[in-house]
T-cell receptor, first 116, second 115 residues
Framework: IAGITQAPTSQILAAGRRMTLRCTQDMRHNAMYWYRQDLGLGLRLIHYSNTAGTTGKGEVPDGYSVSRANTDDFPLTLASAVPSQTSVYFC???????????????FGPGTRLTVL | GENVEQHPSTLSVQEGDSAVIKCTYSDSASNYFPWYKQELGKRPQLIIDIRSNVGEKKDQRIAVTLNKTAKHFSLHITETQPEDSAVYFCAATPLDGTSYGKLTFGQGTILTVHP
């Protein structure tokens, strides 16, 4: 079992380019999340999805979009990257339904993105 | 929305000493408070969490206390070891039908344990 994976591990991107960060989990968790981590600011929620087919905005959604076509995948797209989107991006998932839910969020290994 | 403040931003202790990290939150509806440990270059990992129906929770050398009236919660690490050195994050969220999982994180505390 891989848990939660992200790709790419790192990427250098020219400003204005489109970029999709991939996130896949094999734990059958209903909920998935995207965070960005910047020095001194902790982790900030970008978008989330409570279940396949639904998404919602987090604290810093501008410039990002997500989709949740199935349970396992939750890609994050930067339509036109800007230097302020340089950050480390973490995907996470949790089991937040039912009697056995724990609400614990499990994080992926992260993607380091640099926008020049 | 929720706002979480975490202090101190850095903490340096000698091996064997105790370490305490404190967080305050603003949303009285928050009822789930996890703590994450992040080693350099690694992903955040849950170390302990507490829900608002309890005031304290312990797991070996780690404990978390919650004061809902004052809206603050704290992480206590006893008998610190060099491998406890990492960045620690607190977080808060209301676990209800619309907000569950939308964690608001504190800014992090860099803990250094000197041998």
């Amino acid at each position: 079992i891989a848990g939660i994976t992200q790709a790419p591990t790192s990427q250098i991107l020219a400003a204005g380019r489109r970029m999709t960060l991939r996130c896949t989990q094999d734990m059958r968790h209903n909920a998935m999340y995207w965070y960005r981590q910047d020095l001194g600011l902790g982790l900030r929620l970008i978008h989330y999805s409570n279940t396949a087919g639904t998404t919602g905005k987090g604290e810093v959604p501008d410039g990002y979009s997500v989709s949740r076509a199935n349970t396992d995948d939750f890609p994050l797209t930067l339509a036109s990257a800007v230097p302020s989107q340089t950050s480390v991006y973490f995907c996470a998932s949790s089991d937040s339904f039912g009697l056995t839910s724990t609400d614990t969020q499990y994080f992926g290994p992260g993607t380091r993105l640099t926008v020049l | 929305g929720e706002n979480v403040e975490q202090h101190p931003s850095t903490l340096s202790v000698q091996e064997g000493d105790s370490a305490v990290i404190k967080c305050t939150y603003s949303d009285s509806a928050s009822n789930y408070f996890p703590w994450y440990k992040q080693e350099l270059g690694k992903r955040p990992q849950l170390i302990i969490d507490i829900r608002s129906n309890v005031g304290e929770k312990k797991d070996q050398r780690i404990a978390v206390t919650l004061n809902k009236t004052a809206k603050h919660f704290s992480l206590h690490i006893t008998e610190t070891q060099p491998e406890d050195s990492a960045v620690y994050f607190c977080a808060a969220t209301p676990l209800d039908g619309t907000s569950y999982g939308k964690l608001t994180f504190g800014q992090g505390t860099i803990l250094t344990v000197h041998p």
